[in-house]
Antibody, heavy 120, light 107 residues
Framework: EVQLVESGGGLVQPGGSLRLSCAVS????????MDWVRQAPGKGPEWIAR??????????EYAASVKGRFTISRDDSKNLLYLQMNSLRTEDTAVYYC???????????WGRGTLVTVSS | DIQLTQSPSFLSASVGDRVTITCRAS??????LAWYQQKAGKAPKLLIY???TLQSGVPSRFSGSGSGAEFTLTIDSLQPEDFATYFC?????????FGGGTRVEIK
């Protein structure tokens, strides 16, 4: 069974850092494109980062809102996807989802999300 | 960035109704458009990809159409479990973007 489980969310002060993890089971992570999508309270989803698969050297893309502050990475030996978040701002407060990215065919599997709250 | 404008943003409908939601893009998408359903407290669920292809396991009362920059999600014979918020997403150009959502509520 395909499963994605996020962890690592919590309360952090502005300017702080947090690392989210996404445990993947049911497929070989290195074969997959993977993404992070966030959703602020009462808002629509916002795509923030993509990690392509091994065939394209795990290259990455970022939304402008997080570029230079967030880093998507993976440990395929552990079937884990990460999102390192630095210089956090109050506007980064959201539920963060990891998802399997079927490229032009949509995001077909999602985790349940982990809540990140940035507040003093 | 490609802007996706969904209309309406809210609609009230009854069980059995036919519902249509439109997603207009600020530029052409080469049919790289997906539709998602989201219920409160849950992750989005993929319904339609490549503008009109039904995701495996999704009921056939859902259908997608359109091309270029205008797309439509139709729900034939609305069921109680369909009351939710629906989002379109373009996968054609970075940054990948979502529409503002259409909330479907029970009349």
């Amino acid at each position: 069974e395909v499963q994605l489980v996020e962890s690592g969310g919590g309360l952090v002060q502005p300017g702080g850092s947090l690392r989210l993890s996404c445990a993947v089971s049911g497929w070989i992570l290195s074969d997959q494109y993977m993404d992070w999508v966030r959703q602020a309270p009462g808002k629509g989803p916002e795509w923030i980062a993509r990690s392509r698969n091994k065939a394209v050297s795990f290259s990455t893309e970022y939304a402008a809102s997080v570029k230079g502050r967030f880093t998507i990475s993976r440990d395929d030996s552990k079937n884990l996807l990460y999102l390192q978040m630095n210089s956090l701002r109050t506007e980064d407060t959201a539920v963060y989802y990891c998802s399997r990215d079927n490229r032009n065919y949509g995001f077909d599997h999602w985790g349940r999300g982990t809540l990140v709250t940035v507040s003093s | 960035d490609i802007q996706l404008t969904q209309s309406p943003s809210f609609l009230s409908a009854s069980v059995g109704d036919r519902v249509t939601i439109t997603c207009r893009a600020s530029q052409g998408l080469n049919s790289h458009l997906a539709w998602y359903q989201q219920k409160a407290g849950k992750a989005p669920k993929l319904l339609i990809y490549a503008a009109f292809t039904l995701q495996s396991g999704v009921p056939s009362r859902f259908s997608g159409s359109g091309s270029g920059a205008e797309f439509t999600l139709t729900i034939d014979s609305l069921q109680p479990e369909d009351f939710a918020t629906y989002f379109c997403q373009q996968l054609n150009t970075y940054p990948l973007t979502f529409g503002g959502g259409t909330r479907v509520e029970i009349k």
